[in-house]
């Protein structure tokens, strides 16, 4: 590869080479603002090095077309896309397939984006997306893994797996993108794109080791973030994107901006626009997405000694490399058969996967007096703004779905259930009382109709329907644009609206279970105090309603686990399970002690804890067994629980392994996981399931950064999720 890039790089002007860095739009998704101009003539012209969100095997090559038959050197084009749970068929958002705790799946379900998209012509997604966050209020905690370090990064490792393959040359991989490098979901207030300040400690030990999870597995691309950090925005970080990133890590992918990141420096305040393409060069950014900041200032850069040849060719080389790697040279149409993508998208297989997901990703966060599940007889009354909306089922970013033939929940449940049971439906509320809210978080093609008259009108309506229903279930909670990118929200409860309506379904006495589509944790105090079951499936994907009518009926026992916190209401955001202790915690049963650390109005627990999911059987864990009181550095130590199916039905259990660091040179956090086992299990019968700790699991980075163990006792925590746990006490010597 060295040899073949230098002696191209030797023929290519200084212009040729900028034209590398520049990342076009072809302005088929809405992703941003911005639509890139005159792409034809610039792609002759060698001044384009990709183009994203085009798509097809016919339009694609005919834009590689002209790269490598009308451009002076016929450098081909890289095509990227943001493929973030799927490409056609569409998986759950990447908070419900975090849910799914099956690694696994998770896997499977990128290599299915995979086929897909490279199906279509594609060979680069803006994928995996591993911030971690803790505020709920961030619009696009939806998007990623949720609130923890650990689990993040193994999702981060499975879902570069799937999409890379083990060959990235091939026709059927895609280059993996790991983003927003870094720490964007840490904004300040929850509010997308704002600031983040924060310790090195913190970032080493909680933020930064899923975006180097995904680079261990492989991944050859890197997104910079928007945000601010400490003082320096991401995409013109020198410290971020070239000692950690290049000389730290020892990364040898492409660098490549989030969407007008380069220019938004401007209003960062660092400059003009020549001056901010300038520091994001220098800082490491290869290639600038949408902006063409580096397009229209470089040269000049260069000219005026601001920047040297040598810091465009090696951003030039990270380019082409890239194509070198997908094997563009070789065969720039790689992509571009029109049969496959006749044959390989929305198979059958790839959709028996979409519902399997689905279901496995949905969380039981209530059920008493067994309401679920729900026999598959006489008549259910689906009620609610999300009952009958096909296109908000692929929740957001999606932006490759086909909107008009996914199934709204009614269908998909009407698909399973057939004659067997009779199903009434109803809007019964508007999605929230403020026309202008509703038509920001509908977005996209995702409406959901109105209704004007009075509240009260409508809800009678629905109460009409329901009159003959054995069993009401409300869907209720988020259109799918509630979350997503620039979608934050201050407020986390279900809109007044739709709570109006759960109010008067509870009324009528029936069952009502509550459907809860949700892309982030919402307050539901209210809801756990008085709705008798609670299903939160998040946003399902293309079967969501197959899968909804899967577990309701029993067909599939409900596993998923939360991936963060559900607070019991806004105030206490951010909310993690792997806090620090503080120097006045509050004792353990207490909900409130003067001059300790808690609030005056609410206890500091959480409504459901990470980790949470009930199933319909009831799983029983015994003693653990530690094999050993001590360990040394180079020892292991083997830890049994056994768990028992105690109830009527077969399920899965995800069994979760927590640690606590008790005496060390720096505070520790109370909990951390450190391993997890999802374990399918019978009813009635037992599973011994074994777990090893070794001294990498009780590192972390001290003051100094090194990574290092202490010596000293450790407690060992093992249970159904981070709250409800068994412990024990080991410890680690020298
Ligand atoms: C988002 C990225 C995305 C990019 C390209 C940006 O607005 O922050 O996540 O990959 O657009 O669509």
């Not at 798509?55 to 009308?70: F, Y």
């Not at 698909?415 to 403020?434: C, E, R, Y």
């Not at 319909?616 to 360990?631: G, H, R, V």
């Amino acid at each position: 590869m060295g040899k073949f890039i230098d002696e191209l790089m030797e023929k290519m002007t200084i212009e040729e080479k900028i034209g590398q860095l520049n990342l076009v739009t072809a302005g088929e998704a809405t992703t941003g603002s911005v639509v890139s101009t005159d792409v034809e003539s610039k792609i002759k012209a060698g001044n384009i090095g990709g183009i994203f969100s085009m798509t097809s095997p016919s339009r694609i090559r005919k834009a590689q077309e002209l790269a490598v038959n009308q451009s002076r050197l016929k450098i081909p084009i890289i095509f990227g896309m943001d493929v973030i749970h799927g490409y056609k068929t569409i998986f759950p958002i990447p908070l419900g397939l975090a849910a799914t705790w099956d690694m696994n799946l998770i896997q499977k379900t990128a290599r299915v984006a995979a086929t897909e998209a490279s199906a279509d012509g594609l060979n680069w997604t803006f994928s995996p997306m591993v911030d971690i966050s803790r505020d709920a209020r961030w619009g696009r905690i939806s998007e990623g893994s949720g609130e923890d370090t650990y689990l993040s990064s193994r999702i981060a490792k499975e879902m570069v797996l799937g999409y890379q393959g083990d060959d990235l040359s091939k026709n059927n991989t895609l280059m993996a993108c790991v983003k927003h490098f870094a720490l964007y979901g840490a904004a300040e207030s929850g509010r997308d794109y704002n600031t983040t300040d924060m310790s090195l400690h913190r970032m080493y030990n909680e933020y930064l080791p899923p975006y180097k999870a995904a680079l261990d597995a492989g991944a050859m691309s890197v997104m910079t973030s928007f945000n601010d950090i400490n003082g320096v925005p991401a995409s013109a970080n020198h410290w971020l994107l070239t000692d950690l990133l290049r000389k730290d890590w020892k990364f040898n992918g492409l660098v490549v901006t989030d969407y007008t990141a380069v220019n938004e420096l401007i209003d960062h305040g660092l400059g003009d626009l020549q001056k901010v393409s300038e520091l994001s060069l220098k800082a490491g950014v290869d290639m600038d997405m949408v902006g063409e900041g580096f397009l229209t200032t470089l040269k000049k850069s260069l000219d005026e000694g601001k920047v040297s040849e040598e810091e465009i060719n090696r951003a030039c080389r990270y380019v082409l490399e890239a194509k070198y790697r997908l094997g563009l040279f070789e065969d720039p149409f790689k992509y571009c058969d029109e049969d496959r993508a006749k044959k390989e998208l929305l198979t059958p297989a790839h959709l028996k996967l979409a519902r399997e997901a689905a279901g496995k990703s949905f969380v039981l966060l209530k059920n008493v007096n067994h309401t679920l599940p729900l026999k598959k007889q006489g008549t259910v009354a689906v009620i609610g703004p999300l009952a009958n909306t096909g296109a908000n089922m692929p929740g957001t970013w999606s932006v490759s779905a086909d909107l008009e033939n996914t199934q709204s929940l009614v269908e998909g449940m009407r698909s399973v259930l057939g004659d067997k049971v009779d199903i009434v439906t109803h809007l019964g509320a508007n999605l929230t009382d403020d026309p202008a809210l509703q038509e920001r978080s509908t977005m996209f093609g995702r409406t959901i109709p109105r209704d004007n008259r009075s509240f009260e009108a409508i809800i009678a309506e629905a109460l009409e329907v329901s009159k003959n229903a054995e069993v009401i279930v409300a869907a209720l909670g988020e259109s799918s644009e509630m979350s997503g990118e620039s979608s934050s929200l201050t407020d986390l409860n279900i809109p007044e609206s739709q709570k109006r309506l759960l109010e008067a379904l509870v009324k009528t006495g029936k069952p009502v279970v509550l459907v809860l589509f949700a892309g982030r944790p919402l307050t539901l105090t209210w809801e756990q105090e008085h709705v008798p079951a609670i299903l939160n499936v998040w946003f399902g994907g293309t079967e969501t309603g197959k899968a909804v009518a899967d577990v309701l009926f029993g067909d599939v026992n409900p596993s998923g686990k939360l991936p963060a916190t559900f607070p019991q209401n806004v105030g206490q955001l951010p909310m993690y399970y792997s806090q620090k202790n503080t120097g006045r915690p509050l004792a353990k049963s207490a909900w409130f002690q003067k001059f300790r650390s808690n609030y005056l109005d609410v206890s500091n627990e959480p409504l459901y804890p990470f980790g949470f999911g009930l199933s319909y059987t009831e799983f029983e864990y015994s003693p653990l067994k530690l094999e050993k009181a001590t360990i040394n550095k180079s020892d292991k130590l083997r830890i049994t629980v056994q768990v028992k199916n105690n109830g009527q039905y077969n399920g899965e259990e995800v069994v979760q392994l927590y640690i606590q660091d008790l005496v060390a040179s720096q505070t520790r956090p109370v909990k951390e996981l450190k391993g997890f086992q999802k374990v399918w299990i019978e009813k009635g019968k037992s599973k011994t399931v074994a777990f090893e700790i070794s001294e990498e699991d009780l590192k972390f980075y001290n003051q100094k950064l090194d990574f290092i163990s202490e010596p000293g006792k450790f407690k060992v925590y093992i249970g159904t999720n981070s709250r409800d746990v068994q412990e024990a006490e080991f410890e680690l010597i020298d």
